[in-house]
């Protein structure tokens, strides 16, 4: 028997909604939480600099503007618009990020990275779509190059996955193709950081 929820990822629509009603819906530009979330997720990356980062799920950018200190490109997507919008405004005068409206894993770059971070994303996919993302993922990440997931653990009945479920998914699909270099958790969220493996 299929599940609504579960067997489908979440559309535009649902986050449009979301922004129309509260252009902030997750108090990303004014949580402690988010806050301290965001400088263990910059904390967590080994290099000091990246050359060419891509960020799945870019949303009004407040972290994207942080990482973006870190990168000498950095690829920024988002599936709704109307969040990008604000996400360009606030990073307007940072000339080494690019944002593009993009549904990953429906849609993805051709370019090759040595950072993909995935945060809070992963569990608006179903499961179907996170694999297909992680194949994507996978085949965009240079050898040597860095994954970094971060999720929060709470359950929401809306969405079809949760933080363990995309964490622990990548834990098995890692297996020959990835290492893991780091990994926390917290009461609320959960990291973990892969670095792909040099091609045989």
Known sequence: MTDPVRDQSLAADFFDTLYRADPDPWRF?????EAAKYAATLAALPHKRYRSAFEI???IGVLTERLAHRCDA?????ISAIAQAR???????LPQVRFEIMNVPQEYPDDQFDLVLLSEVGYYWCLADLHRAQRQIYRSLQPGGHLLLVHWLHDAPSYPLRG???H????????????????????DYRLDLYERLPSP
């Open 29 to 33: 530009e004014t949580s402690d939480y």
């Open 57 to 59: 799920g870019g949303s």
């Open 74 to 78: 950095l690829l920024s997507v988002d």
């Open 87 to 93: 996400a360009r405004e606030r990073c307007r005068g």
């Open 164 to 166: 363990d479920d995309v």
């Open 168 to 187: 622990n998914a990548f834990e098995d699909f890692a297996a020959s193709r990835l290492t893991q270099v780091a990994g926390d958790r917290t009461p």
